[in-house]
T-cell receptor, first 111, second 111 residues
Framework: DVKVTQSSRYLVKRTGEKVFLECVQD?????MFWYRQDPGLGLRLIYF???????EKGDIPEGYSVSREKKERFSLILESASTNQTSMYLC??????????FGQGTRLTVV | KNQVEQSPQSLIILEGKNCTLQ??????????LRWYKQDTGRGPVSLTI?????NTKSNGRYTATLDADTKQSSLHITASQLSDSASYIC??????????FGKGTSLLVTP
């Protein structure tokens, strides 16, 4: 069974904190993605990575950075969390144009 | 600009009834179209995939159709169950890494 695992289901952080969201996949996929999902806006791409140490900005990268030191792990970093980053964060991985597999999501609340 | 439009935005039906969700897209080039089901607080899970040459595909009580000429797809749910209550997201894959998401249809099946 393929798996994309996100480190936390729920997270509450304070404004200004540095936040790390971790994602691990066991399918040897080269492509990994971070999205945020907000009511009425759907899924929006923050960053994606097509190989180790490679990254590309998505549609809404401001306030975020990413790290991919190993093929199976893709981390999303909020350098200084703000309340407008309260959202559902979804990690996904895929091979080429095949099916994207999603993690269970992390509900982040910034207070 | 690549766009994916879904309708209706939300839908309430009685258990046992059928329903049809719509997806119109302007993505070009076109690789494939997937319907995902997302339960509340969970990550999306793929239901069906449609490629350019396919018109209809079924997965249990779910039947997806694709008209590549008019760039329209539908997801028909037969004999709905309470567990069908979820958000249904249409995702169109073009060339390369990009995934184009609709904003989803929120379905509520009531007893």
């Amino acid at each position: 069974d393929v798996k994309v695992t996100q480190s936390s289901r729920y997270l509450v952080k304070r404004t200004g904190e540095k936040v790390f969201l971790e994602c691990v996949q066991d399918m040897d996929h080269e492509n990994m993605f971070w999205y945020r999902q907000d009511p009425g806006l759907g899924l929006r791409l923050i960053y994606f990575s097509y190989d180790v140490k490679m990254k590309e900005k998505g549609d809404i990268p401001e306030g975020y950075s990413v790290s991919r030191e190993k093929k199976e792990r893709f981390s999303l970093i909020l350098e200084s969390a703000s309340t407008n980053q309260t959202s559902m964060y979804l990690c996904a991985s895929r091979y080429g144009s095949t099916e994207a597999f999603f993690g269970q999501g992390t509900r982040l609340t910034v207070v | 600009k690549n766009q994916v439009e879904q309708s209706p935005q939300s839908l309430i039906i009685l258990e046992g009834k059928n329903c049809t969700l719509q997806c119109n897209y302007t993505v070009s080039p076109f690789s494939n179209l997937r319907w995902y089901k997302q339960d509340t607080g969970r990550g999306p899970v793929s239901l069906t995939i449609m490629t350019f040459s396919e018109n209809t595909k079924s997965n249990g009580r779910y039947t997806a159709t694709l008209d590549a000429d008019t760039k329209q797809s539908s997801l028909h749910i037969t004999a709905s169950q309470l567990s069908d209550s979820a958000s249904y997201i249409c995702v169109v894959s073009g060339g390369g890494y990009a995934l184009n998401f609709g904003k989803g249809t929120s379905l509520l099946v009531t007893p």
